[in-house]
């Protein structure tokens, strides 16, 4: 066995030992568990089947894990990404008017042009073309996008008819709870406790269970049919015109998360080479898209990268066996349905918040000084929550960024990729609203 994994993952010679792969697998799957709670909780308001959703998120991730640890091998665990789940029901579906089914075909489209950019290697000339402003801006943007709707989840801020919003009944249970949630969160964060999302999760839905709020339905059980979802892709309506911008802002989200994420946790588990490029960098972004194409089919959003396996890399995680692991991991968690049928809205709030946080960090790097800069980072930043749209918060990021260089006479700094996005956009806005 050991020769096996030695041949497939090369273990030792990227100084690791199977045992501390082992570990870091655990501890990657620890960090980002709550999805398995999250994405059902999420998916479901736009209609799908609970119980399908769990176990398409389950195998959507377990088939990206399993081809990025095995053909890739890199230390990369894959799942439905936060914010393309968010975009995906409450802007495509509950805002758009789509069905869930044509949601699903612009996922599975989404993917397979990731999949043909990374397979003719156009990936890296889009990713280039693309000011780091706006790629700073779009990740800020999916954070206050989240935070939105998980402070609307635990009716923290609820609809009010004169101002929009305003702030709900702070006496109310699930409102205590969805605080307690996140404070929870980020204490054990601070104290260095690995899977403090998933810890708060259960932590919380125990609460609601004790305090009456809660049925227990049972733990462990067989896992639900996934034929409510599964090849429920409807390809033919995803041609609609009006959907290329919501194909265009799944495509470009996972494409920058992706190639971020790679880069971040390739660096610190030390397998970048010397003048800072990726080995095999294409397999694992073909690993990403595949999964995408995957996850589309078995009825779940979006298949990305996850940051948080740098959780399992801090552990000593090297290899694609790292990856494995947690793929085994999301298909034993198949059988905890029942467990995932009992976690309130409430419960995952907690959790949403947080990866709101860690999404708006990357304000930091803005160059605030720069009013050009600054101006389109805070277009994407205010529209993408406020219109419920991450396509359209995107949309007029690009817009806003053409529009303030070429007056502020800085059009030296706009190439025409970015120019010709724009103008698409204002098209899109003039001509289908």
């Known amino acids: 066995m050991r020769a096996l ?3 497939l993952f090369q273990i030792n010679a990227q100084g690791s030992t199977v045992k501390r792969e082992i570990i870091a697998g655990f501890t990657t799957f620890l960090t980002m568990a709550y999805i398995i709670f999250v994405n059902p909780s999420m998916l479901s308001e736009a209609g799908m ?8 998120t389950c195998l959507a991730a377990a088939i990206g894990c399993l081809i990025m640890g095995l053909w890739a091998n890199y230390p990369v665990a894959l799942a439905p990404g936060m914010g393309l789940n968010a975009f995906f029901t409450y802007s495509v579906v509950l805002g758009m008017g789509y069905t869930w089914q044509t949601a699903l075909g612009a996922v599975f489209f989404s993917g ?7 397979a003719f290697r156009i990936r890296s000339w889009i990713i280039n073309s693309i000011p780091v402003t706006l790629r700073l801006a779009i990740a800020a943007g999916i954070g206050a996008f989240l935070a939105l709707i998980g402070l609307k989840n635990a009716n923290i801020i609820v609809g009010n008819n004169a101002t929009l919003v305003s702030l709900g009944d ?9 605080g307690a949630g996140f404070f929870l969160i980020i204490g054990l964060v601070a104290r260095g406790i690995q899977g403090a999302a998933l810890i708060s999760i259960l932590l919380v839905t125990v609460a609601g269970f004790l305090l009456g709020d809660v049925q227990y339905t049972g733990i462990v059980a067989m896992p639900p049919s996934l034929a409510p979802t599964f090849m429920q892709m409807d390809i033919a ?6 959907m290329l911008s919501v194909i265009f802002a799944f495509l470009f989200v996972d494409l920058f998360d992706t190639s971020g994420t790679l880069m971040a946790v390739a660096q610190r588990a030390g397998l970048a080479k010397p003048d800072g490029s990726l080995p095999r960098l294409e397999r694992a972004l073909m690993a990403d898209s595949t999964a995408t194409v995957a996850g589309a089919a078995l009825g779940t959003s979006t298949t990305t990268s ?5 959780s399992g890399v801090a552990s000593g995680g090297k290899t694609g066996l790292t990856a494995v692991v947690v793929g085994l991991l999301f298909v034993a968690a198949i059988f905890f349905a029942p467990l995932a049928g009992m976690v309130p809205a409430y419960a995952t709030a907690g959790a949403i918040i947080y990866v ?7 304000l930091r790097s803005v160059n605030w000084d720069d009013i050009t800069e600054a101006a389109p980072v805070a277009v994407v930043l205010l529209m993408t929550p406020l219109t419920f749209s991450i396509a359209d918060g995107i949309a007029l990021g690009f817009i ?4 303030v260089k070429a007056i502020g006479g800085r059009m030296h700094e706009l190439n025409w990729s970015v120019a010709l996005l724009a103008a698409l956009f204002i098209a899109k806005f003039i001509w289908l609203g």
């Open 112 to 118: 397979i042009l990731f999949f043909l950019l990374s």
């Open 49 to 56: 089947d609970y119980g399908a959703v769990f176990v398409a």
């Open 170 to 178: 702070m006496s109310e249970l699930s409102v205590l709870l969805a």
């Open 356 to 362: 709101s946080v860690l999404m708006l960090f990357t």
């Open 306 to 310: 996850y940051v948080e396996s740098a």
């Open 237 to 242: 309506a995803a041609f609609d015109i009006g």
């Open 5 to 7: 994994l030695e041949r």
């Open 400 to 403: 806003s960024y053409v529009i």
